[in-house]
């Protein structure tokens, strides 16, 4: 059974490579997603290193010259998925979205870059760093305020958490009176009950439209934009990423820009206080245009401990979340807290269980010495695959896959992390 549940992932990321960069399902998401293709490089890797390489090299084709990596990159128009390259109207070498991503490139390419001996494996993710730190580098300047040090996203899609509850009060600020008509096409792939509604895609494209008017200027969006959310995920992420890539950088000897690198670290870790609600005890998204928390308890509050954020006090509050969510949820981590009045456990990012935040909580709690909660994460993953298939997302409370199916960073999860093989 298990052999045939790892034949079964290789299967799913062989049919969806399109040709040296592999789309998250086909269908409902027929281009190259950004952080997408670097879990789907962590799959690849263990059978495929050349390959893996290759993923995260054509998502850097896709690189603006000021560092921007998009979400989106379009090699071709597909009629499937709404809004593409001629809504965007945007990119340089390669048309993309407008829009990034968390990043966890440099988490990967460090960790690729030190499984492997190989010289012309390591040599192709040394020839990334100088791009992942102008990656970083367009962060610091057009998404982490100085006052605010943390992540900002500027699209609720930024995050790669579309309609978490954490984005519902923000985005009451948009105006969706002047949207242009457009049919959604995500509801011919998908049921309409784990999908995001009618009001938050008017606000997504609302947002695009906004930014598209603005000529992709980031920093104009980043400052006077609607939408300016100080995202938990997004910083966590980061803020790993940052450490990677100072390893990264001391492994290939970059001496030049350490302090550099360093100085965006504690950039970050001072950012990750202005994230901390005392009054929810909880590491949660700021809106940094009135300064209100969500208050909420998400899967990406635990990712605190992947990014090595938090004093003890914080951390033992987080483990009090931790305990109460895992107690209340057949399998872990529910991307939004059971006991939330919010919580819809088969509506995308109000509820589901999704693989990849998983292996980054799992990751990080195993690294701060909370063994138990790792294992329980890892083992709740691998019975989802394995009793219901490789699902875009599922029910923490029955385990049923909610989204696409035959998805490609489940898969790769599975490989690398989660099945019995892993
Ligand atoms: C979508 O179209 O649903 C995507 O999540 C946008 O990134």
């Known amino acids: ?118 010289e012309s494996i390591r040599e192709r993710l040394a020839a990334l760093f100088p791009k992942l730190l102008a990656w ?99 910083t966590m992420i980061l803020l790993r990423a940052t450490r990677d890539l100072l390893e990264l950088g001391r492994r290939l000897e970059h001496d030049d820009v350490l302090p550099e690198i360093e100085g965006y670290l504690r950039q970050l870790e001072t950012g990750v206080d202005y994230l901390w609600d005392n009054d929810r005890k909880t590491f949660c998204s700021r809106d940094t245009v009135n300064g209100r928390h969500s208050g909420m308890v998400t899967s990406a509050s635990f990712l605190y401990a992947y990014a090595g954020a938090g004093n003890k006090e914080q951390r033992e509050h987080m483990m009090k979340h931790w305990e109460r969510i895992s107690a209340s949820a057949e399998y872990t981590v529910p991307s939004q807290d059971p006991g939330d009045e919010n919580f819809d456990h088969m509506r995308y990012w109000k509820g589901p269980v999704w693989i990849v935040v998983n292996y980054m909580v799992s990751r990080g709690f195993a690294e701060q010495g909370m063994q138990e909660a790792a294992d329980r994460i890892r083992t709740d993953s691998g019975r989802l695959i394995e009793q219901h298939g490789f699902n875009e997302a599922f029910s923490p409370k029955t385990g049923a896959g909610t989204g696409g199916s035959d998805f490609s960073w489940t898969a790769a999860m599975w490989l690398a992390w989660c099945g019995d093989g892993a």
Request: aromatic share 12%; proline share 8%; glycine share 8%.
């Open 1 to 118: 059974m298990p052999d045939e549940v790892d034949n079964k992932a290789k299967e799913i990321l062989r049919a969806n490579d399109k040709g040296g960069f592999t789309v998250p399902t086909g269908g409902l998401y027929p281009y190259q997603w950004n952080w997408d293709s670097m879990f789907v490089a962590l799959g690849f890797a263990t059978f495929d290193r050349s390959r893996a390489c290759q993923e995260i090299e054509t998502l850097f084709e896709a690189q603006w010259s000021d560092g921007f990596v998009p979400h989106i990159v379009f090699r071709r128009e597909d009629p499937d998925y709404f809004p593409g390259p001629s809504v965007w109207q945007a990119g340089e070498t390669l048309k993309t979205s407008g829009i990034t991503q968390p990043p966890v490139a440099a988490t990967v390419v460090n960790k690729l870059w030190s499984e492997t001996e190989d």
């Open 136 to 234: 970083h580098r367009w962060f610091h300047s057009c998404r982490v305020p100085e006052d605010v040090g943390a992540a900002v996203v500027i699209h609720p899609w930024e995050s790669g958490r579309d309609n978490s509850p954490e984005w519902d009060s923000p985005a009451t600020a948009i105006d969706v009176s002047g949207i242009e008509p457009y049919t959604r096409r995500d509801l011919q792939h998908a049921d309409p009950h784990m999908r995001p509604t009618k009001q938050d895609y008017d606000r997504y494209i609302a947002l695009v439209e906004y930014g598209r008017g603005t000529g992709w200027d980031q920093k104009k969006i980043a400052t006077e934009g609607p939408f300016r959310v100080a995202d938990v995920g997004m």
